[in-house]
């Protein structure tokens, strides 16, 4: 009886380490960070901090901004819009890179 138990219990415990394997593996590719909708309306440049691109895997292109007067809030502005442009413009801001990631900062 207890050979029959032997490779039960040894598929079974190889079955369970496969599937968290693959799971373990499908969570380390997922982007930390995408927009999935953009503002309407614009942002006065006095209130923007920095602006960062989203992850290249996100499945829509755009820039996540970083609020300072609501700290710790981020919102997604479509960079193809004039006013995003001409945000960067009047913001004089500058791409930097740090640890493959650029970051976008106002230049001072």
């Known amino acids: 009886m207890l050979n029959l138990k032997s490779p039960i219990i040894l598929t079974t415990c190889l079955l369970l380490l496969s599937a968290f394997a693959l799971q373990t593996y499908a969570n380390t590719f997922n982007p930390e960070e ?64 740090r640890e493959n990631n650029t970051t976008v900062t106002a230049s001072q």
């Open 34 to 97: 995408c927009c999935f909708k953009f503002l309407s309306n614009s942002i006065p440049a006095r209130r923007v901090k920095l602006i960062r691109p989203t992850d290249p895997l996100c499945p829509m292109e755009g820039e996540i901004w970083f609020i300072r007067v609501k700290k710790g809030n981020e919102y997604c502005a479509d960079p193809s819009q004039e006013w995003v442009k001409q945000l960067i413009e009047v913001k004089g801001l500058k791409s930097t890179k």
